[in-house]
């Protein structure tokens, strides 16, 4: 019985195929990959293993946040005291070397000054639009100058008891920044810091009012 079984079995058609094994690596062994030209992360590859070029960061709409400080020359600043300043900027890409931008921006400032009357607090908050200019030095680093026309109020009335009596209307303002861009590796971010300068004629009271004002900043390119 126990032989007929077993040749039932030697005469059966198989019912499967059999797996070839994959040879294990020895201990130690060195793993080489494919390289991956499109990808920025290198993490698992050696340097060597992917050139890095401005086409694998994305470009076009980018939003961008900043935050330093403000502080004046001129007429507002024998009243006003440094602040913080913040902004927002959207801006596109048009082409590597030219991108167009508007943002909105804003300054917190004390009054410097002798009662009466009394010291107090004012906000200089605007918006602005403008053109960069992007000077690249490698894919990754790239100096920007833009050149800016906005408008600006301070809120309450604080600068004009002061006798800035246009400083509570809306007033136009005009100037220049000057940046350096850092991309991460990251398709999409990038952080910088740049140096920017103002003009603001509704904040004169006997000659001028310049604003000056440094930031750092964090973009994202969609």
């Known amino acids: 019985m126990l032989g007929a079984l077993l040749a039932v079995c030697q005469h059966s058609p198989a019912v499967a195929q059999d797996v070839p094994n994959e040879p294990d690596l020895a ?20 340097p060597e293993a992917i050139h890095i070029t401005r086409d694998l960061y994305a470009h076009g709409l ?11 020359a001129g007429d ?9 300043r913040f902004a927002l900027v959207l801006g596109y890409e048009l082409f ?45 680093i790239a100096l920007w100058v833009s050149g800016l026309f906005g408008l600006s109020w301070s809120s309450r009335d604080v600068l004009r008891a002061l006798d800035f009596k246009d400083a509570f209307k809306v007033g136009a303002n005009y100037g220049g920044e000057l940046g350096l861009d850092w991309h991460l590796k990251s398709r999409h ?34």
């Open 96 to 140: 590597s070397w030219l991108s167009a931008v508007v943002l909105l921006d804003g300054s917190m400032h004390r009054t410097d000054n002798h009662s009466p009357p009394a010291p107090s607090a004012y906000e200089l908050i605007g918006g602005a639009a403008g053109v960069r200019f992007n000077i690249p030095f490698t894919p990754r």
């Open 76 to 84: 507002a600043n024998i009243v006003s005291t440094p602040g913080p």
């Open 189 to 222: 971010h990038s952080l910088g810091i740049l140096g920017g300068a103002r003009v603001y004629p509704s904040l004169a009271r006997d000659d001028f009012t310049l604003g000056g004002y440094g930031s750092l900043y964090l973009r994202y390119v969609f």
């Open 27 to 46: 201990p130690g062994a060195p793993v080489v990959e494919a390289v991956d030209p499109t990808r920025l992360d290198v993490a698992r590859l050696p």
């Open 62 to 72: 980018f939003l961008e946040a900043q935050v330093g400080a403000l502080a004046f």
